[in-house]
């Protein structure tokens, strides 16, 4: 499975967007239909898989 990755670390950048949208991890991961402990994972990881970057990105209303 690819891995999708920016210069930067990316799961920041997803964490800055939700907390943009007022959004907290729970309502975020109900949304993607995971536990609030895979987006905290996901939140603390410098690269996310490309369909799961995807499906982030859709509930936040970015693109990728």
């Not at 670390?9 to 729970?26: C, F, N, P, T, V």
């Not at 949304?31 to 987006?39: D, E, I, N, R, T």
């Not at 690269?47 to 859709?58: C, F």
């Amino acid at each position: 499975m690819s891995t999708f990755t920016k210069q930067n670390h990316i799961g920041r950048k997803i964490s800055r967007i939700r907390e943009l949208r007022d959004m907290k991890q729970e309502a975020l991961a109900q949304a993607l239909g995971m536990s609030q402990q895979a987006v905290s994972i996901i939140e603390n990881s410098e690269t996310v898989e490309e369909e799961k970057l995807k499906a982030i990105a859709e509930v936040l209303g970015v693109s990728v």
